[in-house]
T-cell receptor, first 114, second 108 residues
Framework: DTEVTQTPKHLVMGMTNKKSLKCEQH?????MYWYKQKAKKPPELMFV???????INESVPSRFSPECPNSSLLNLHLHALQPEDSALYLC?????????????FGPGTRLTVT | EDQVTQSPEALRLQEGESSSLNCSYT??????LFWYRQDPGKGPEFLFT???AGEEKEKERLKATLTKKESFLHITAPKPEDSATYLC?????????FGGGTRLMVKP
């Protein structure tokens, strides 16, 4: 089973709201990722967790706050977002951070900031 | 700096018309090249990993090949359901560097 699940599928939020995106995998993978994808562009890496610890933060604004409660779960907490943050947010996982380790993506959360 | 370039950006085919998508890369010490399929509004679906020049992998109407400078995704007798964006990516420092993607449209 190579399934990564994400909730919610769609989210509309105002600029003053606080919301969270959730991601779950049951493949025993130890690396998890958050990506942001704009229309007609490839995914852009935001954060990488390895063994539940933040490994990479690609200079993401502090209004995005990741959390990895355990090896199967990854959250992305959102606060005071801007309309330009509207995008498809993708979660992915891989066996490890070893180069060449295949990443499996979830279906994404379509976020609209009004 | 590692670079991944895909061509063409968009490709329109008639059903049954075979073609190839290209992924050119400049990376030091290639440790794999991945192909993904992405449908609109959905997450990328993993297709293939290629690790060394000369390697080939197949799945239904798709065949991926790898040389020292590029990878090709060959589509044989495509069907409308093959319409999607195809992404290639190479791992670099625990991250993936993606190409810009090729949007494939197959008309019946």
């Amino acid at each position: 089973d190579t399934e990564v699940t994400q909730t919610p599928k769609h989210l509309v939020m105002g600029m003053t709201n606080k919301k969270s995106l959730k991601c779950e995998q049951h493949m025993g993978h130890r690396a998890m990722y958050w990506y942001k994808q704009k229309a007609k562009k490839p995914p852009e890496l935001m954060f990488v967790y390895s063994y539940e610890k933040l490994s990479i933060n690609e200079s993401v604004p502090s209004r995005f706050s990741p959390e990895c409660p355990n090896s199967s779960l990854l959250n992305l907490h959102l606060h005071a977002l801007q309309p330009e943050d509207s995008a498809l947010y993708l979660c992915a996982s891989s066996q490890s951070l070893t180069s060449g380790s295949e990443q499996y993506f979830g279906p994404g959360t379509r976020l609209t900031v009004t | 700096e590692d670079q991944v370039t895909q061509s063409p950006e968009a490709l329109r085919l008639q059903e049954g018309e075979s073609s190839s998508l290209n992924c050119s890369y400049t990376v030091s010490g290639l440790r794999g090249l991945f192909w993904y399929r992405q449908d609109p509004g959905k997450g990328p679906e993993f297709l293939f990993t290629l690790y060394s020049a000369g390697e080939e992998k197949e799945k239904e109407r798709l065949k991926a090949t790898l040389t020292k400078k590029e990878s090709f995704l060959h589509i044989t007798a495509p069907k409308p359901e093959d319409s999607a964006t195809y992404l290639c990516a190479v791992p670099r420092a625990n991250m993936l560097t993606f190409g810009g993607g090729t949007r494939l449209m197959v008309k019946p």
